[in-house]
């Protein structure tokens, strides 16, 4: 997708060097779609004593990949990314040709904005669009497919939303687009998080909420139910399931190891047994949804890195799953 891309936004208006962007940029005649059920997983471009990848030794397994983490300027709303020497990259033009590759094999890869130590700003007309223009830069540079949004210290839903807007006009329905906020951003339809998911629905990709590193939360029936169990992942997601977002729009998002999360973690059998509760309406504990929700899109987990030190346990018994979903 790199070249159409880059032709896409320049054609609108935009090119990495001047950082500036218009809305009229057309989308690829062909777009590449994201699965149907997607597995995400998180890349560290960074080393956290996990394990260092280079993003084309990232397991098959994953449709979506999401390069965390874009960082905020000293400009409100503008973002950046540098690629971490440490991974062991030659050039950035390495980085950008396993990027490449990776999309050639069908797999989407999105820039993550935030993190748990990441702060951007967006709240008014001015930082809307130099998040705009500054996601659509780095885009452009690299050849993502997308972004991620991944802000865990409070968002604006107006100006994002104003923010997303802008983007997907300059670069159409092939935008790739994904939320992974916290399990507290997504407990009823009135924080900032959720509405920004509904402001976006008509072109948001997924949101894969992490259900972990919080305490007990509500579920979809008003009960409450504690972290790191099946109830927790299922009647959690039926916030969002009812809460106006299509079942394509929602993905369970769980640790790969328990070093990976200081809490919530479960074993990847616990994730199989939330998405068949959800979609088959099997193996389901205490909480039962009311209907079943085959197009679920999927799951999500932190990270990719954790995921390879433990020997790839999680995206070997989900990844599959995922794929073998109704």
Same mark, same amino acid.
């Given at each position: 997708?790199?070249?159409?891309?880059t &032709?896409?936004?320049?054609?609108?208006g935009?090119?990495a060097?001047?950082?500036?962007?218009?809305?009229?940029a057309?989308a690829? *005649?062909? *777009?590449?779609?994201?699965?149907r059920?997607?597995?995400?997983g998180y890349?560290?471009?960074? %080393?956290?004593?996990? @394990?260092?990848?280079?993003?084309?030794?990232?397991? %098959?397994?994953y449709?979506?990949?999401a390069?965390?983490?874009?960082?905020?300027?000293?400009t409100?709303?503008?973002?950046?990314?540098?690629?971490?020497?440490? !991974?062991?990259? &030659?050039?950035?033009?390495?980085?950008?040709d396993?990027? =490449?590759a990776k999309?050639?094999?069908?797999v989407?890869? @999105?820039l993550?904005v935030?993190?748990?130590?990441?702060?951007?700003?967006?709240?008014? *007309?001015?930082s809307?669009? &130099?998040?705009?223009?500054?996601a659509?830069?780095l885009?452009?540079?690299?050849?993502?497919?997308?972004?991620?949004?991944d !802000?865990?210290h409070?968002?604006? /839903?107006?100006?994002?939303?104003?923010?997303m807007e802008?983007?997907? /006009?300059?670069?159409?329905?092939?935008l790739?687009?994904?939320m992974?906020?916290?399990t507290l951003?997504?407990?009823?339809?009135?924080?900032?998080?959720f509405?920004?998911?509904?402001n976006?629905?008509?072109f #948001?990709?997924?949101?894969?909420?992490?259900?972990?590193n919080?305490?007990?939360? #509500?579920g979809?029936?008003?009960?409450?139910?504690? &972290?790191?169990?099946?109830?927790?992942?299922?009647?959690? /997601?039926? @916030?969002?399931?009812?809460?106006?977002?299509?079942?394509?729009?929602v993905?369970?998002?769980?640790?790969?190891?328990?070093?990976?999360?200081?809490?919530?973690?479960?074993?990847?059998? @616990?994730?199989?047994a939330?998405?068949?509760?959800?979609?088959?309406?099997?193996d389901?504990?205490r909480?039962?949804?009311?209907?079943t929700?085959?197009?679920l899109?999927?799951?999500?987990?932190?990270?990719?890195?954790? %995921? =390879? =030190?433990?020997?790839h346990?999680?995206?070997g018994?989900?990844?599959?799953?995922? %794929? =073998? !979903?109704?």
């Amino acid at each position: 997708m790199a070249a159409a891309l880059t &032709a896409a936004l320049v054609a609108g208006g935009l090119t990495a060097a001047t950082g500036t962007a218009t809305a009229t940029a057309t989308a690829d *005649p062909a *777009p590449r779609a994201v699965p149907r059920h997607a597995l995400t997983g998180y890349w560290h471009n960074f %080393d956290n004593g996990s @394990v260092l990848l280079k993003l084309r030794d990232v397991s %098959d397994a994953y449709d979506i990949i999401a390069v965390a983490f874009a960082e905020s300027t000293a400009t409100p709303g503008q973002i950046d990314f540098s690629l971490d020497r440490s !991974l062991g990259y &030659a050039s950035e033009q390495e980085f950008r040709d396993d990027i =490449a590759a990776k999309q050639a094999e069908g797999v989407s890869v @999105v820039l993550s904005v935030g993190g748990a130590n990441g702060t951007v700003t967006v709240n008014d *007309p001015a930082s809307a669009q &130099a998040f705009a223009d500054s996601a659509l830069a780095l885009m452009a540079e690299y050849g993502f497919d997308g972004i991620d949004i991944d !802000l865990e210290h409070g968002i604006n /839903a107006t100006y994002l939303t104003q923010a997303m807007e802008q983007i997907h /006009a300059a670069v159409g329905d092939d935008l790739v687009y994904t939320m992974a906020p916290q399990t507290l951003d997504m407990q009823h339809t009135g924080t900032e998080y959720f509405q920004l998911a509904l402001n976006t629905r008509d072109f #948001l990709t997924v949101v894969n909420t992490q259900y972990y590193n919080s305490g007990s939360m #509500l579920g979809c029936d008003g009960q409450v139910y504690s &972290a790191g169990s099946v109830d927790f992942l299922t009647a959690l /997601a039926c @916030v969002q399931l009812t809460g106006g977002l299509a079942p394509s729009q929602v993905g369970l998002g769980a640790p790969a190891s328990p070093s990976a999360a200081s809490s919530g973690y479960v074993e990847p059998a @616990v994730v199989v047994a939330a998405l068949d509760c959800l979609t088959r309406g099997t193996d389901c504990g205490r909480f039962v949804p009311d209907r079943t929700y085959p197009d679920l899109r999927g799951a999500m987990t932190w990270s990719v890195n954790w %995921d =390879a =030190a433990d020997g790839h346990t999680w995206s070997g018994l989900v990844g599959p799953h995922v %794929d =073998a !979903l109704p």
